[in-house]
């Protein structure tokens, strides 16, 4: 059954006089937005920087000097390894720890054992072996792959990521862990066939 009651906006659009308004200000409405594209493709910026940026040579960043692996570099890893990461004289590692991985915890924080450390407990800490990805004057970065205890309900062995730097950044700085993360990912199901 229809409504006897039209539409109150079909009522307006009915009279001819509503019909042109809407019509002329519809025209109007788009006659200045296309005005206003114009404008803003014509205007452009062409000449915005008229003047020289800068009369200075662009500074460049040196590259690091490759050298021999520090046998002080690897100390401070193993005893890393043996400490933070087994949590054993978790007390003692705070010093060999970057701000970079430490943040600003306090030594009373790291000594409460909830340190940024992914623990691990490893067999094979004192015995496992580094393999150097890269090592300049003020860094490093080693993998070290670490064996489980039996029984510790853990993957039985992973790989990890051991980054050192020097403190200060400076040459003769102490070495200090800054990157410890596991180098695992998941695997990859085979599609089906």
Do not use: C
């Not at 570099?73 to 193993?78: D, G, H, M, N």
């Not at 720890?97 to 004192?126: C, F, S």
Request: proline share 8%; hydrophobic share 45%; charged share 20%.
């Amino acid at each position: 059954m229809a409504s006897s009651t039209p539409h109150p906006f079909g009522r307006v659009l009915s009279s001819p006089r509503a019909q042109r308004r809407l019509l002329i200000g519809s025209a109007v409405v788009f006659v200045a937005g296309a005005i206003a594209i114009l404008v803003a493709l014509m205007h452009g910026t062409g000449n915005a920087f008229v003047g020289t940026i800068s009369n200075k040579p662009a500074s460049l960043v040196a590259k690091d000097k490759a050298v021999p692996p520090s046998p002080a570099a690897f100390r401070v890893a193993r005893k890393f390894i043996e400490t933070a990461v087994l949590r054993r004289n978790i007390d003692a590692s705070y010093a060999l720890v970057h701000p970079d991985l430490r943040g600003r915890m306090t030594r009373a924080q790291w000594d409460t054992g909830n340190i940024p450390v992914i623990d691990y407990p490893a067999e094979n800490a004192k015995t496992a072996t580094f393999l150097v990805d890269f090592s300049y004057q003020t860094q490093m970065l080693l993998e070290v792959d670490l064996v489980a205890k039996p029984g510790s309900g853990v993957r039985p062995h992973l790989a990890f990521f051991l980054g050192l730097k020097r403190a200060h950044g400076k040459k003769n700085g102490a070495w200090l862990v800054n990157y410890w993360e596991p180098h695992w990912r998941p695997p990859v199901p085979l599609a089906g066939g």
